[in-house]
């Protein structure tokens, strides 16, 4: 009895987080355009999403951003947490307090503060600028991750690597980052995910002609939007899916995964 | 790990090589104009004929692109944007003249609508006309029954409550409390702001939606039974749901004239002339009418156009009609700033 | 030591350019006007009757959509726990999953589905039942807010009451303890710091989205954020906008304080 109930429940909230998703993916095969009915099913949407030169060009930009600008996070972060760990408490607090602003500030006051600092150093809105700003709001995720590995065996271990007559850059490189490793990869997923989803900040600072999925569908659902960026989306997600089901089964069973 | 990180890199550096291929190189015209208004089909026309590579943009309403095109913040070459806004950015210098040499096709233009556009333009130096139209009620006969809609004082029938669907831009929502209260347009009245900004509230419970081009679905779908909308989403409308039936109120409407202009900053201003030179072509003009429906200002292309569409009153919209109609002008800065301050509180309620 | 400090210099300078000059440059709008004279106008604009009115509806919708979410994500967070190992990497799996398909097409489905003329109102209709309207109203914006923030208050409450020893729960059973008593003695004292980042990851977003609202809420309901995008896009006004962003941090920041008073800890149980 108290099974079922249980069982009921989750199956209640799980079919309210993927209603919308299934409605989606439904209406990417629709026929017509039309959102209230289902006309027949049809693959031409995913032919337009393909043939759509904006559509590509958005995917494009997406990834190229979430990419580079993860990936200078990941750098920038991983160098930061160890960094940070060889300050003074005070100073640390300091510097955490700064790192945790982006990540608790609301993102229209990211994304405008970003906005008018580009703008009063003259600075045209580009690809660029886009880039910078995600790579702002990505750092402290990468931070968060990092630091809870970097700990007494990290410090201890490039010590005694340094006293063995190790360079710096071979203590860090050999001796620290496999130390943080997962950290690293947890902060660098957590980033491209953020930097994926990301329209609030991209909206405020992009350039000319620079859409990601995000801008781009906000843009048209205004205007009416057409069930091609149905298709990718369901194209996305369906990948995700794969991705995170074969991670899930190849790793080994028993273990608890950590799938972000 | 150490080869996964180089592929991870390698992959954004490969990503980013197809990236700048997909922007970099050559001649380029960055465009910025209402969403869906013309036939994206002309995008690869106009590039294979010019070999300039096109770069779109679009944004909802004239307000949303104005701070943009003021601040630089992104640069463009050509806008589409509506008559009162041309205004304010040539009395603000942001638009540069456009050379007509580079745009001969602009003979194709009737002289009746580069007479209109002086209202805005008064020397026809700035800018050439892309669409005209006028905004009217859209509502499904059969939603309706009996009821005769021809006035913009059926949006406040109270039959029909929770199935109206209005504007929500600013110029454009006053325009239709300013019309029944028989002031201008362009007032800047403050008591007449007032006044027309309680009856947009006392309107509010009624109102399904806000909303701008999304209208035309919302009826189709019938979710709604009236909208305000422009006369170009008529026949488009008609396809999609033929119980539909469109209006010109009778106590007359905005004229509206969108245009083709180029930015100050414009740094690539002969493809931006290209481009209009491009639109304006006949058989050019006329493919996107047909995509657009949107009552286009080329006679020559109006030529070739059938019979009975040209003669559709609610697409070419009559003399008469034209004239119960005004046209859009800019308030000026505290103008404007009168119709924000009032555009909030009407939201605010 | 001191080279090891050295490693944070490029994400100092970051912080600089990223956060502090940002911040700098709100404030410097929001306090000058358009003649770049000093003045503390926008930022008192907020007791503008229409800005004190979206922020009061703002902070109410946020807090019922926070409470929504805590109430539904509570009890999945338990369970999720007492369920054997596998199902429970499966429950994470599920629940993350939706987090992949973009947030702003997720939103715009709830506009699909809740149409008048929608596919639920079908469904309802097909079954015999009346249609409802939740699209455009104030239910619709906090149905978008619990949607789209969920899985926010689910994953922290769930790392927390994950942590808790079983033997603990086992001991209270055995000592004659209620469910309800073990919920509110033992439970919930324990998961504070994974409700604090909870609420937080809710509330915050929530308070100033303008996303959500303009998509869910037909153009009739101005919340804060709505008011802040237009001054920067419809009514071009950037000091204003500004000035009320200044406002809006503020209201964060003491949010934030408030809730740290709880927990000490909270930091550490951010996902």
């Not at chain 1, 600075?123 to 880039?131: A, P, Q």
């Not at chain 2, 009609?321 to 505290?334: A, M, Q, R, S």
């Not at chain 3, 309207?133 to 914006?141: D, Y």
Request: hydrophobic fraction near 45%; charged fraction near 20%.
């Amino acid at each position: 009895m108290k099974k079922s109930l249980k069982f009921i429940y989750i199956g209640i909230v799980a079919l309210f987080l993927y209603l919308p998703i299934i409605a989606l993916v439904v209406l990417s095969f629709n026929e017509s355009k039309s959102m209230a009915v289902f006309s027949g099913f049809s693959l031409k949407w995913y032919e337009e999403m393909f043939s759509n030169r904006m559509i590509m060009q958005a995917v494009i930009n997406t990834f190229t951003i979430a990419i580079t600008a993860s990936i200078t996070a990941t750098i920038i972060g991983t160098l930061a947490a160890v960094g940070i760990d060889g300050m003074k408490s005070k100073q640390q607090n300091l510097v955490l307090g700064f790192n945790n602003i982006p990540l608790l500030n609301a993102d229209i006051v990211t994304g405008i503060a970003l906005l008018l600092t580009f703008l009063m150093f003259g600075i045209s809105l580009n690809w660029g600028t886009v880039y910078l700003a995600h790579v702002t709001f990505c750092i402290p995720y990468v931070i968060l991750s990092v630091r809870p590995r970097v700990n007494k065996s990290t410090n201890t271990l490039y010590e005694a690597a340094l006293d063995l007559g190790a360079s710096r850059t071979y203590a860090f490189v050999k001796v620290v980052l496999p130390e943080l490793r997962p950290g690293i990869l947890a902060g660098f997923l957590l980033a491209f995910t953020m930097s994926v989803d990301d329209f609030v900040i991209t909206h405020f600072t992009r350039g000319a002609g620079i859409n990601t999925i995000s801008t781009l569908i906000y843009s048209q659902v205004k205007v009416g939007i057409r069930p091609s960026l149905f298709a990718l989306s369901t194209i996305i997600f369906v990948m995700v899916l794969i991705i995170l089901l074969l991670v899930n089964f190849l790793s080994k069973r028993g273990k608890e995964k950590v799938i972000y | 790990m150490k080869k996964k990180i180089v592929l991870v890199i390698s992959l954004a550096i490969v990503m980013l090589v197809l990236a700048s291929c997909g922007n970099g190189g050559g001649e380029k015209v960055y465009i910025y104009s209402y969403g869906d208004y013309f036939d994206p089909d002309l995008i690869g026309m106009f590039e294979e004929e010019t070999g300039i590579t096109v770069v779109l943009d679009t944004y909802d309403t004239c307000e949303e692109m104005y701070p943009v095109i003021k601040n630089n913040s992104a640069s463009y070459d050509v806008l589409c944007p509506s008559d009162y806004m041309i205004e304010r950015l040539i009395d603000e210098d942001l638009l540069s003249e456009i050379n007509f040499d580079n745009v001969p096709n602009i003979k194709n233009i009737g002289d009746k609508y580069m007479e209109m556009s002086k209202e805005f333009d008064p020397d026809n130096k700035y800018s050439v006309p892309h669409t005209f139209g006028t905004a009217g009620i859209l509502y499904n006969t059969e939603m309706v029954g009996d009821t005769v809609i021809d006035s913009w004082e059926d949006l406040w029938n109270e039959d029909f409550s929770g199935e109206i669907v209005m504007q929500d831009s600013i110029r454009d929502t006053f325009m239709v409390a300013e019309k029944i209260l028989g002031y201008s347009l362009n007032t800047v009245d403050e008591d007449e702001l007032k006044e027309a900004t309680e009856l947009l509230k006392e309107q509010k419970p009624l109102v399904y939606k806000y909303a701008n081009d999304s209208t035309r679905d919302i009826l189709a779908s019938e979710s709604a039974a009236m909208g305000v909308i422009w006369n170009g989403e008529y026949l488009y409308a008609l396809e999609l749901n033929d119980k539909l039936e469109f209006v010109v109120p009778k106590e007359g409407s905005q004229l509206f004239v969108d245009s083709w202009v180029i930015t100050k900053t414009s740094e690539n201003k002969e493809n931006a002339e290209a481009w209009i030179n491009f639109m304006c072509r006949e058989d050019i003009a006329k493919q996107n009418f047909e995509y657009l429906t949107y009552s286009c200002p080329n006679v020559a292309a109006q030529a070739l156009l059938d019979e009975d569409v040209l003669n559709n009153e609610k697409v070419f919209l009559t003399d008469e009609t034209i004239d119960n109609c005004e046209v859009l002008k800019d308030l000026g800065p505290e103008g404007n700033e009168l119709y924000s301050k009032y555009w909030k509180e009407f939201k605010a309620e | 030591m001191t080279s090891k400090k050295a490693l944070a210099t490029p994400f100092m300078i970051w912080i600089v350019a990223g956060t502090i000059i940002p911040i700098g440059a709100i404030a410097y709008y929001g306090l000058t006007d358009r003649n770049d004279r000093f003045t503390l106008e926008n930022v008192l604009a907020i007791g503008n009757s229409v800005h004190l009115q979206a922020l009061w509806l703002s902070v109410l919708l946020a807090l019922i959509s926070t409470v929504i979410c805590f109430l539904i994500a509570y009890p999945l967070a338990i369970i999720m726990k007492n369920s054997n190992f596998g199902k429970r990497g499966f429950m994470i799996f599920l629940f993350i999953l939706p987090m992949w398909m973009n947030f702003l097409l997720r939103t715009m489905a709830w506009q699909v589905l809740l149409e008048k003329n929608g596919v639920i109102n079908g469904m309802l209709e097909a079954i015999g039942l009346p249609g409802q309207e939740i699209i455009n109203t104030l239910s619709a914006i906090v149905l978008g807010m619990v949607y789209d923030f969920l899985p926010f208050m689910i994953l922290p409450i769930y790392n927390v009451i994950s942590k808790i020893d079983d033997s603990i729960i086992e001991a209270a059973y055995d000592l004659g303890a209620s469910t309800s008593e073990v919920i509110t003695q033992i439970y919930l004292p324990l998961s504070v710091p994974g409700i604090v980042s909870g609420v937080n990851m809710v509330f915050i977003p929530s308070l100033t989205t303008f996303v959500i609202s303009n998509m869910l809420g037909g153009g009739k309901i101005n919340l804060i954020g709505n008011i802040i995008e237009q001054e920067f896009t419809v009514s071009s006004n950037w000091n204003l906008g500004s000035g009320l962003s200044l406002v809006m941090m503020l209201f964060i920041v003491v949010s934030m304080i408030f809730l740290e008073r709880f927990d000490k800890t909270g930091e550490d149980s951010f996902i």
